[in-house]
């Protein structure tokens, strides 16, 4: 199935104490938990583009599957990492973040990222 097309975000599970333990300052944590994420991917073959809107920060990011990237984490740290491919997830170990990205059906994107042992999990439908 392919990626590409925008997915909004419809439901979170564990934002708080997941951001927490990454380190984001409590009022960041307070304006985000109930603001929505629009993701657009653009995939063609290998080669992904991933732009996120939340509110209105944008974060935009390339990568090709297998090839190290540069990526940007949650509080503005800058580091490489390399995504695989398993089927129809896209795994990454983002500076101690280990995220999956999984189109589950034509239409649904669940993302769930670990964190010392706290799993915060998105699930985003095509729009």
Do not use: W
């Not at 603001?35 to 509110?55: A, Q, R, S």
């Amino acid at each position: 199935m392919p990626y590409s097309g925008k997915y909004r975000q419809e439901s979170q599970g564990n934002f708080e104490p997941f951001m927490r333990a990454l380190g984001v300052p409590e009022d960041h944590i307070k304006l985000g938990r109930d603001l929505k994420t629009l993701t657009e991917i653009e995939e063609n073959g290998d080669h992904f583009k991933m732009t996120m809107t939340t509110g209105s920060e944008v974060k935009a990011f390339s990568f090709t599957v297998g090839q190290e990237c540069e990526m940007e984490s949650f509080t503005g740290e800058k580091f490489m990492g390399v995504v695989k491919r398993d089927g129809n997830k896209l795994t990454c170990n983002m500076n101690g973040i280990e995220s999956v990205t999984e189109l589950v059906d034509a239409n649904t994107l669940v993302n769930t990222m670990t964190f010392n042992g706290i799993t915060f999990k998105t699930t985003s439908k095509r729009v």
